[in-house]
T-cell receptor, first 114, second 115 residues
Framework: RKEVEQDPGPFNVPEGATVAFNCTYSNSASQSFFWYRQDCRKEPKLLMSVYSSGNEDGRFTAQLNRASQYISLLIRDSKLSDSATYLCVVTQKGVLSGTYKYIFGTGTRLKVLA | ETGVTQTPRHLVMGMTNKKSLKCEQHLGHNAMYWYKQSAKKPLELMFVYNFKEQTENNSVPSRFSPECPNSSHLFLHLHTLQPEDSALYLC??????????????FGPGTRLLVL
């Protein structure tokens, strides 16, 4: 089983639609959670951190369910510019004490259509 | 955005060449990372440095040799690479706290082609 699993998509949605992505992680000791966005041939960029209480940033809402070990991202009123790959990221403690590592999912590709 | 810079942006090399990738972060972070991103695969962590000390080596072949002279600079020395090493190599940095680590920031990457 992969440490972080995402549906690769693509999700093709019309402008204005609401779309949701899920991500599951296997290690219950995972500590921090993030959604990153990666445009074609560009580096990943932080979209938002994910907290247990849920958090919202404009049209984007992220939720964390520790009991079920999944993270979600909801995008409302999709724009053409939202077309990208969305990466789910969890952090875990590293092998050495006091160290950490980031585990990336393969990403979910979103295409917003005019 | 110039928080994390990488050079060169593109590199073509033969299997017998030796080259180096450079990364510099201007964010005052204490941890730096090398990742490899191949087509249709998730980012693969290669190396992690914290305060110049290597804390993670993810079973990377010895033809990749990292160097971290200080907390702002990270190099990846390449020699006798294989065509399957062609990929996007991303550098990132973050700040490690006492109980958790903060967001990673990525450089633009070096797109490497090995012939």
């Amino acid at each position: 089983r992969k440490e972080v699993e995402q549906d690769p998509g693509p999700f093709n949605v019309p402008e204005g639609a609401t779309v949701a992505f899920n991500c599951t992680y296997s290690n219950s000791a995972s500590q921090s959670f993030f959604w990153y966005r990666q445009d074609c041939r560009k580096e990943p960029k932080l979209l938002m951190s994910v907290y247990s209480s849920g958090n919202e940033d404009g049209r984007f809402t992220a939720q964390l369910n520790r009991a079920s070990q999944y993270i979600s991202l909801l995008i409302r009123d999709s724009k053409l510019s939202d077309s990208a790959t969305y990466l789910c990221v969890v952090t875990q403690k590293g092998v050495l004490s006091g160290t950490y590592k980031y585990i990336f999912g393969t990403g979910t590709r979103l295409k917003v259509l005019a | 955005e110039t928080g994390v810079t990488q050079t060169p942006r593109h590199l073509v090399m033969g299997m017998t060449n030796k080259k180096s990738l450079k990364c510099e972060q201007h964010l005052g972070h204490n941890a730096m990372y090398w990742y490899k991103q191949s087509a249709k695969k998730p980012l693969e962590l290669m190396f992690v440095y914290n305060f110049k000390e290597q804390t993670e080596n993810n079973s990377v072949p010895s033809r990749f040799s990292p160097e971290c002279p200080n907390s702002s600079h990270l190099f990846l020395h390449l020699h006798t690479l294989q065509p399957e090493d062609s990929a996007l190599y991303l550098c990132a940095s973050s700040q490690w706290g006492t109980t958790k680590q903060e967001t990673q920031y990525f450089g633009p990457g070096t797109r490497l082609l090995v012939l």
